[in-house]
């Protein structure tokens, strides 16, 4: 049984630093990962989609990894701003779906403070 | 183009009563998806549909819930009898499933928060 993993649970960093979060899965065979942006009593916000062929994909000053042998992919944010502060949800797709619902991990929490 | 429209956004109930919440898809997205978030939990699949059609309901409670998404109108989770436990956000997401691809990118809803009294 697919079961995803994030660790930090909680993160809290200055304003300007890089930071790294992490994600694991423990099924090598999924569709793709997913990483989402959660803000208190919002819904979810796509923020970066790796297809299971995929190494990584960057947007703005985010960039996720994924290797799928070791069943770990991260979340790598360059120059935290406060607006950053949020939970990153990261999900994947089992290989053996054929539904395409998303199995998510328990979320890192995420404040930047100024 | 509306991303996927969910109500009510918030929903107070009273133990017995019974819950309807409304998931409106994204324009050309016939491909939808229920998640529940308990408090200081994940998000659990709870439910697909195709219009018209259940696909997988593995995720869902098996008594008191339901979910429908017919050929018109919103697709619907319903639960009857409302119990505490029930006190979560649900969220639907949409997917167009373009030639029936399950690597699509899932488009949330705001969620509805349901409070159970």
């Known amino acids: 049984k697919q079961e995803v993993t994030q660790i930090p649970a909680a993160l809290s960093v200055p304003e300007g630093e890089n930071l790294v979060l992490n994600c694991s899965f423990t099924?090598?065979?999924?569709?793709?990962l997913q990483w989402f942006r959660q803000d208190p009593g919002k819904g979810l916000t796509s923020l970066l989609l790796?297809?299971?062929?995929?190494r990584e994909q960057t947007s703005g000053r985010l960039n996720a990894s994924l290797d799928k042998s070791s069943g770990r992919s991260t979340l790598y944010i360059a120059a935290s701003q406060p607006g950053d502060s949020a939970t990153y949800l990261c999900?994947?797709?089992?290989?053996?779906?054929?539904?395409?619902?998303?199995?998510f991990g328990q979320g890192t929490t995420l404040q930047v403070k100024p | 183009n509306a991303g996927v429209m969910q109500n009510p956004r918030h929903l107070v109930r009273r133990r017995g009563q019974e819950a309807r919440l409304r998931c409106s898809p994204m324009k050309g997205h016939s491909h939808v998806y229920w998640y529940r978030q308990l408090p200081e939990e994940g998000l659990k699949f709870m439910v697909y549909l195709q219009k018209e059609n259940i696909i997988d309901e593995s995720g869902m409670p098996k008594e008191r819930f339901s979910a429908e998404f017919p050929k018109e109108g919103p697709s619907i989770l319903r639960i009857q009898q409302v119990v505490r436990g029930d006190s979560a956000a649900y969220f639907c997401?949409?997917?167009?499933?373009?030639?029936?691809?399950?690597?699509?990118?899932?488009?949330f809803g705001p969620g509805t928060r349901l409070l159970v009294l």
């Open positions: 099924d090598s065979a999924i569709y793709n």
């Open positions: 999900a994947v797709i089992d290989g053996s779906s054929n539904t395409g619902k998303l199995i």
């Open positions: 997401a949409s997917s167009p499933r373009r030639q029936g691809r399950i690597q699509e990118t899932q488009y």
């Open positions: 790796i297809q299971s062929s995929q």
